[in-house]
């Protein structure tokens, strides 16, 4: 069964740092562009950042491009999300997916991925 599992939502002071981890089943791993996105209490769900299957690129939304980072281990079927310099505005239940064996053109619509995770809360107090 192909699944998504994220960890490593907290509580953190303004300025500090988390790292999200996603945990994929292999072939959703191997065969997927994978991407987080986060959704705040009453907000549509947005786009984070993304690494696309096939030539590794990467994407990020403005508002977290030089703050965080997305990676995989191929080694252990997981993606994280290194994020440094947290301000109250991120936080969110941030929420790991798959867009699986299809090509993916950096959209950033949520309609793009397949598969999600259950999500992880990160609290950031002002």
């Known amino acids: 069964q192909e699944q998504l599992v994220d960890s490593g939502g907290g509580s953190v002071q303004a300025g500090g740092s988390l790292t999200l981890s996603c945990a994929a089943s292999?072939?959703?791993?191997?065969?997927?562009?994978m991407a987080w996105f986060r959704q705040g209490p009453g907000k549509e769900r947005e786009f984070v950042a993304g690494?696309?299957?096939?030539?590794?690129?990467?994407y990020y939304h403005d508002s977290v491009k030089n703050r965080f980072t997305i990676s995989r281990d191929d080694g252990n079927n997981r993606v994280y999300l290194r994020m440094n310099n947290l301000k109250p505005e991120d936080a969110a239940s941030y929420y790991c997916?798959?867009?699986?064996?299809?090509?993916?053109?950096?959209?950033?619509?949520?309609?793009?991925?397949?598969?999600w995770g259950q999500g992880t809360q990160v609290t950031v107090p002002s």
């Open positions: 997916a798959a867009r699986f064996a299809r090509w993916w053109t950096g959209s950033y619509s949520a309609a793009e991925f397949d598969y």
């Open positions: 292999e072939r959703l791993y191997t065969g997927s562009s």
């Open positions: 690494i696309r299957w096939g030539d590794g690129k990467i």
